[in-house]
């Protein structure tokens, strides 16, 4: 060991030997990343670059050759599509409720009650919260159709308590797809809520309590603000993964009744396949494509002021 | 001072007692349908338990050949996924370049794209190039989407592997594979596992990607298996789906647990979250 170290220095101290720059040695140190670019160009950037393509075509999943270009058509079209606009409303209220509001601050909650609770409620709690999380999307998906569903277990609940069932499918699609999104989805907030709220030093909520600040001031002036930087990361991760939640929705509702839940990714799918519109899909699609990656900028901003 | 800290400790013990029983609801739904032959759509009892419904999925139609299927994209994938997140961090964690930064922040970036948004064009491109239809092509395209996190957190645990012994395998003439293969990951061996646990779990549970990539019966994974069996048949077994349900989500919720210790807590995404 001692020995490897000495001649590990020994090479540091011969002029040059680590930071010879030569064009050869320099493919060579880079050359590990050919296979993963490689891949990444293929198959991700790839068709990000044929979405953009197609997007300012008329493509049509019958008859790929009479595709011709058609300008900003497909975007003016998607402007004033009814039923575009209605999915951008629905995944802003999909995002709103389950994201923001629901995972979000049920999170926090937990996480900020896991600090006081009991070691075996909290691991039962945790247990249920993270199971939900590592669950396959389509079997949680399924889950929470027998939830909702007229003859499902919420129904059967509210009948225990006299009060009145619903076809909750049916009369509330958005927000039955939303919970389920909240019960899938809690427990990422929560996990990084609970290494947030470890980090913060014992002393300053101690010296907060002794100065008399209740438990809302203390979470409003000390935890909040301690936090931030992980609500802010929590709040932006959260919102892109629900922006692209398409199994769920599809096996609870498939975006019904009607397109009462249809949110983008659901639209995006019926237009280009179930309309073998290609070309006005894939122009939906490059528009989420963008609306993620205005967030992803974000992202990397609020990264880049903690580093 | 002890009375209200212990009337705090209860009224916390309540509140994620209450949390804890509205999650588990569906999921005991889960398992007490899975023991019913005569499950319906809401908990209840089963009259008299049997392991029916998990023998009656127990077949080649049903469970096998999906579940192999599964197998194959996602393990082949994985596999795919972790040498090259393996090979790309080298040079990433190595080597200041006036690359490597704009590098990573690309790979963070496309980390963060919404990978649902690309499925329409990526269908088009597939039905071109003639990878559509087969599992190589479905576990190439998860690869890559897979691909940008990986590296990520595979830079982050490589990043932890102290310089100096690699040095001293330069000074005796190792080259960078020799390096990387005998020197470094060894010592990342759980860093490795951590990687490549977590890329197969995220791919297991994909349904979007192959639903959209595969299209014969006898190809698909059990997550689209699972789908059409769900949405196809007139009259819904419950019990069975249920049993049929729990086969597929037991192997993601064992390895998990094998990995939860290290991800748990202080996981907040790895080093997503960490620059």
Request: glycine fraction near 8%; hydrophobic fraction near 55%.
């Amino acid at each position: 060991m001692t020995s490897a170290v000495a001649r590990a220095a020994a090479r540091a101290r011969r002029p040059g030997a680590r930071h010879a720059g030569g064009p050869r040695t320099l493919l060579l140190r880079w050359s590990p990343l050919v296979p993963a670019t490689v891949l990444l160009l293929l198959f991700l950037v790839g068709p990000i670059g044929y979405c953009v393509l197609i997007a300012f075509t008329d493509t049509q999943l019958t008859g790929q050759e009479s595709a011709s270009f058609v300008g900003l058509a497909n975007f003016r079209h998607a402007f004033g599509d009814p039923a575009f606009r209605n999915a951008v409303v629905l995944t802003l209220v999909f995002t709103v409720l389950s994201s923001l509001v629901g995972q979000n601050t049920l999170g926090l909650a937990l996480a900020g009650l896991m600090r006081r609770a009991s070691r075996p409620v909290r691991a039962l709690t945790g247990a249920m919260v993270i199971t939900a999380w590592v669950l396959p999307e389509i079997v949680a998906g399924f889950l929470l159709y027998t939830f909702f569903e007229r003859r499902g277990t919420l129904n059967a609940l509210l009948d225990q308590l006299h009060l009145p069932a619903q076809n909750w499918l049916f009369t509330l699609p958005i927000v039955a797809v939303s919970f389920a999104n909240v019960w899938r989805g809690t427990a990422f907030s929560m996990l990084i809520y609970s290494a947030a709220l470890a980090g913060i030093p014992q002393e300053v909520t101690e010296s907060a309590e002794v100065d008399g600040a209740g438990g809302l001031r203390r979470l409003w002036h000390i935890t909040l603000p301690m936090i931030r930087r992980s609500i802010g990361t929590n709040l932006m991760l959260n919102t892109l993964q629900t922006l692209s939640v398409f199994g769920l929705i599809w096996v609870m509702t498939r975006g019904g009744p009607g397109n009462r839940s249809q949110t983008l990714p659901v639209f995006m799918y019926d237009q280009a396949f179930l309309k073998s519109l290609i070309g006005y899909g894939t122009a939906v699609a490059l528009l989420l494509l963008l609306v993620g990656a205005l967030f992803s900028v974000v992202y990397l901003r609020l990264l880049r002021e903690e580093v | 001072m002890r009375l209200p800290r212990h009337r705090h400790r209860l009224a916390a013990d309540a509140g994620l007692l209450v949390v804890a029983v509205a999650f588990a609801v569906p999921l005991v739904w889960l398992v007490l349908a899975s023991l019913d032959t005569e499950a319906t759509l809401r908990v209840r009892l089963p009259t008299s338990p049997t392991l029916h419904n998990f023998s009656a999925v127990l077949t080649d139609e049903i469970t096998f050949t999906p579940m192999l299927n599964s197998l194959l994209i996602c393990g082949g994938a994985t596999l795919l996924t972790v040498v090259c997140a393996a090979l790309a961090a080298y040079p990433l964690s190595r080597f200041r370049s006036r690359l490597t930064r704009p590098y990573l922040l690309t790979v963070l970036f496309s980390t963060c794209l919404p990978v649902t948004a690309v499925m329409v064009p990526v269908y088009g491109l597939f039905v071109q190039v003639d990878l559509i239809d087969t599992r190589y092509g479905t576990a190439l395209f998860l690869a890559a989407a897979q691909l940008p996190f990986a590296i990520w957190l595979m830079k982050n645990f490589m990043d932890g592997v102290p310089k100096v012994l690699e040095e001293a395998a330069w000074t005796d003439g190792a080259s960078w594979p020799q390096t990387l293969l005998r020197v470094i990951l060894p010592l990342m061996g759980p860093g490795v596992a951590v990687v490549a646990i977590y890329t197969f779990i995220m791919m297991w549970g994909n349904f979007f990607v192959p639903f959209m990539l595969l299209l014969s019966p006898e190809q698909l994974p059990a997550s689209v298996s699972i789908f059409t069996f769900f949405g196809n048949y007139g009259a819904i077994a419950f019990g069975e789906l249920a049993a049929f349900s729990i086969l597929y989500s037991t192997p993601v919720v064992v390895l998990y647990i094998l990995i939860s210790g290290r991800l748990g807590g202080g996981f907040a995404l790895g080093g997503a979250v960490k620059g």
